[in-house]
């Protein structure tokens, strides 16, 4: 079978969405032959272009898509009332290159007789190349999965639109629609009124390459955050919860890239310095950091779906805490396999790292009970087949 994987986005990884295709791509079936169109600027065209596979072929676009051309101006011109005016100005162009994509996507899908698409989209409505590849499939005989990796967004003045226009190539199209978490399946049925929604998790290697420590272990205690650095993520909870915590032998070690203005609010925050933090770029693999780590934290407040960094911790027993916003909850029961604080709630999380933080025993326990509940719920295995039963009808 001929297989037609779509991904855009549009800013700088590393990004769970990359990492779930990837997985895909690289654990599927060497019979199928595997095409994934990505964006013009997409960050991760390097990443895909070391998967070394003969069934496996990257189209990358020539040319922007206006999603591309918008983000350009937006970049360009600080003042956003006249961006949305220039996105006005600009709308006949914006129109014709997506008429060129259009027909673009139509030639890809006719050449490469094109059995089954994966269109794998961000937050509702997803991006422009995602929406347009719904009215680019129709006519064909195709069966068309539509992947939401995370929450539909909030409908505005401006995306209102958008949306509905959207919602009614669904309608059109019948694309099935799956998600990767009950919470995220639940929001997309109050949000969008569609009803039949599968859900499948994500799912990762069992096996990972075994890197030696990077340096010898210290009595400190490490804490490891990965992931984009914004408000919505809940950092600032964790910086002021160690701060409050007061522990001279603590360190967090934040992975990622995001907004500079709320990197200096983190710093502000740790202004005593009661505890070491240190920023470092995003690392493609983190196997090699979470042998360093005894607990990853994700704090996120709104927005995560899933939670790939929780069962990458699981799978080398890393003990995690996480809030119980989105989808985590499903993944991490509390006082069972991990620690949940509740939303927002500083004291709740200052709490739970004392728990990790004075007792070893609870680290291992936790640890331990984390990477059977992978083993049993998150493993690749688990996750392939679903998809290839969709696919093959097994």
Request: proline share 3%; aromatic share 12%; glycine share 4%.
């Amino acid at each position: 079978m001929n297989f037609l994987y779509i991904l855009e986005e549009n800013e700088s990884g590393p990004s769970g969405v990359v990492s779930v295709v990837k997985n895909k791509i690289i654990n599927w079936s060497e019979s199928d032959s595997i095409y994934l169109l990505i964006n013009k600027e997409h960050w991760a065209f390097k990443e895909f272009s070391k998967i070394k596979k003969k069934n496996f072929k990257i189209i990358r676009l020539k040319f922007s898509t206006s999603q591309e051309v918008n983000l350009f101006f937006k970049k360009k011109i600080n003042f956003s009332l006249i961006s949305k005016i220039l996105r006005l100005i600009l709308l006949p162009y914006e129109i014709l290159i997506n008429l060129r994509v259009f027909f673009y996507l139509r030639q890809i899908i006719k050449s490469n007789s094109i059995d089954i698409i994966f269109n794998h989209n961000g937050g509702w409505p997803g991006g422009i190349l995602n929406r347009i590849v719904l009215l680019s499939s129709f006519g064909y005989d195709i069966k068309n999965y539509l992947i939401i990796h995370n929450y539909p967004v909030k409908k505005n003045f401006f995306n209102f639109l958008i949306i509905k226009l959207n919602d009614f190539f669904v309608y059109l199209i019948k694309p099935k629609i799956i998600t990767v978490s009950k919470s995220c399946k639940k929001d997309l049925i109050f949000s969008n009124h569609f009803s039949k929604i599968q859900v499948i998790y994500n799912g990762i290697d069992v096996n990972f390459i075994k890197s030696k420590k990077i340096n010898s272990r210290s009595k400190k205690i490490i804490i490891s955050y990965f992931g984009k650095i914004h408000e919505r993520k809940g950092l600032h909870l964790l910086v002021e919860a160690l701060n409050e915590i007061k522990l001279k032998n603590i360190v967090l070690n934040i992975y990622g890239d995001g907004e500079n203005k709320y990197k200096k609010k983190l710093v502000l925050i740790n202004t005593p310095k009661n505890f070491v933090l240190n920023f470092y770029k995003p690392v493609p693999d983190i196997t090699r950091f979470l042998l360093l780590t005894d607990i990853v934290v994700l704090p996120s407040i709104k927005f995560e779906s899933f939670g790939m960094i929780l069962i990458e911790a699981m799978r080398q027993k890393v003990p995690v805490i996480c809030s119980d916003a989105g989808g985590m909850k499903e993944i991490v029961k509390n006082n069972i396999n991990g620690l949940i604080f509740k939303n927002n709630n500083i004291n709740d999380l200052k709490e739970k790292l004392l728990t990790l933080i004075n007792s070893e025993t609870k680290r291992k326990k936790f640890g331990i009970k984390g990477y059977l509940t992978f083993k049993n719920k998150f493993t690749n295995k688990i996750f392939i087949k679903k998809y290839q039963k969709l696919s093959y009808g097994k």
